[in-house]
């Protein structure tokens, strides 16, 4: 398992320093940083990365828009 230091980029902009820990390629766990700040830790939303990341609904190509600008 290799572990790699990111910042969390999930809706509060915040950028709280974690660590992705990665086996054979893929994300499998999301932790707090040792070297974070005082007040700076992760939250749910950022623990739940690998679940995110990999979830069977997910969008794996970009929506197209099939009606003018601003019809829907």
Do not use: F, I
């Amino acid at each position: 398992t290799r572990t790699v230091p990111v910042s969390c980029n999930r809706d509060c902009m915040a950028g709280c320093p974690l660590l992705a820990h990665v086996k054979d390629g893929r994300l499998v766990k999301v932790s707090d940083n040792p070297l974070k700040g005082a007040m700076m830790h992760g939250c749910a939303r950022g623990y739940q990365m690998p679940r995110v990341v990999y979830a069977a609904d997910r969008l794996r190509q970009p929506l197209l828009r099939t009606g003018e600008r601003g019809s829907g």
